[in-house]
């Protein structure tokens, strides 16, 4: 398993920093501002290995709001969508609540089935480069699992920590004998999306200090520097 971590990036810095660039442009037209989940960094690094990878159809697993759903789109506008949660059965009830602002696309397939349910390998059959993304907050190494059943061999996991929390982590089964066997077995490449900008987070139940890259901090880079504490360890996979 080839893992790319931290200062593995630097060589990255120059692609790395005009890509954050058009994603600052990008944002600009987002439909609304996350206030929780995915933001700042950690939504640039699925906005990158999208852009990389450029697959031809994405499960999006784990969908409240909709914002990685307009993200997916704006990084892969050529890729079917299928957005899958099990809020949707509660649709109505969310309206309610006044949960925000809300994205559905009228291009996306939504389904309130869960991806280990879902006919997922019957939709990824034949496709020249099926991706999904994971923000579920389930256990990673089960997903990872499913995804190898199913023929998907590009995934993205947000929230990839080791800490207490929600889920184990790949992360965590990296320090496991048994699951780090599984991994290794498995696993190509193991790219853990870095800091750009110094993160030290210390509320809420996390506790994230990082070394950042250092990356410059102007008009344009101001509003994702300032979301830099929402680092969420996003990590792409490459299935053997």
């Not at 389930?138 to 998907?152: D, H, S, T």
């Not at 870095?194 to 809420?204: C, T």
Request: with cysteine; hydrophobic share 40%.
């Amino acid at each position: 398993m080839r893992v790319k971590a931290g200062a593995d990036w630097e060589p990255d810095r120059e692609a790395l920093l005009a890509g954050l660039r058009e994603f600052a442009r990008t944002m600009k037209r987002a439909p609304f501002r996350n206030r929780f989940g995915l933001r700042g960094v950690s939504a640039f690094a699925l906005y990158w290995f999208l852009r990389r990878v450029q697959p031809t159809i994405v499960f999006e697993v784990g969908v409240w709001r909709g914002f990685s759903t307009w993200l997916i789109e704006q990084a892969a506008p050529q890729a079917e969508l299928h957005c899958l949660d099990p809020i949707f059965a509660l649709e109505s009830w969310l309206s309610r609540w006044k949960i925000g602002a809300r994205y559905r696309s009228p291009h996306a397939h939504y389904s309130m089935q869960d991806f280990s349910c879902a006919d997922i390998a019957k939709l990824a059959a034949g496709r020249e480069r099926p991706l999904a993304f994971f923000d579920d907050h389930q256990n990673k190494l089960p997903r990872l699992l499913q995804c190898r059943a199913a023929g998907i061999r590009d995934i993205v996991f947000d929230d990839n920590m080791v800490r207490p929390g929600t889920h184990r982590s790949l992360e965590d089964e990296r320090l496991d004998a048994e699951s780090r066997a599984v991994l290794e077995r498995e696993v190509e490449a193991y790219e853990i999306f870095p800091a750009l900008w110094d993160v030290d987070f210390h509320e809420s139940g996390l506790d994230i200090s990082e070394k950042g890259l250092g990356f410059p901090v102007d008009d344009e880079l101001r509003a994702l520097h300032g979301e830099r504490k929402w680092h969420s360890f996003v990590t792409y996979v490459r299935l053997r």
